[in-house]
């Protein structure tokens, strides 16, 4: 029905820079909001960055000034660009969508992850 697919994960030097997409593909009629969540080893589900449909964005503390979420509406994809890159930026990436579907409305779903690992 739905399928989130995350890419752009790796291994990168503290200062580096990764960009993170996530693909939407299925049967649906439209996505409203996205946004990326972030685990590292022993810690919580963390949301990271947010954007609406209308591009309206909100930020973890942590992210401002280093981190950029964007989307491309006509393509059902939505990216992370992360500048800056430190050791506790390490996690895992999940992308999350509120998904407007054939059969229900605004219904959440997640992708399985892409891993980040910020080491000298």
């Known amino acids: 029905q739905v399928q989130l697919v995350e890419s752009g994960g790796g291994l990168v030097q503290p200062g580096g820079s990764l960009r993170l997409s996530c693909a939407a593909s299925?049967?649906?009629?439209?996505?409203?909001?996205m946004a990326w969540y972030r685990q590292a080893p022993g810690k919580e589900r963390e949301l990271v960055a947010a954007?609406?449909?209308?591009?309206?964005?909100n930020y973890a503390d942590s992210a401002k000034g280093r981190f950029s979420i964007s989307r491309d509406n006509a393509k059902n994809t939505m990216y992370l660009q992360m500048n800056s890159l430190k050791p506790e930026d390490t996690a895992v990436y999940y992308c999350?969508?509120?998904?407007?579907?054939?059969?229900?409305?605004?219904?959440?779903?997640w992708g399985k992850g892409t891993l980040v690992t910020v080491f000298s």
């Open positions: 999350n969508a509120e998904v407007v579907t054939t059969t229900l409305d605004g219904m959440h779903y």
């Open positions: 299925g049967s649906f009629f439209g996505i409203n909001a």
């Open positions: 954007i609406t449909r209308g591009l309206r964005t």
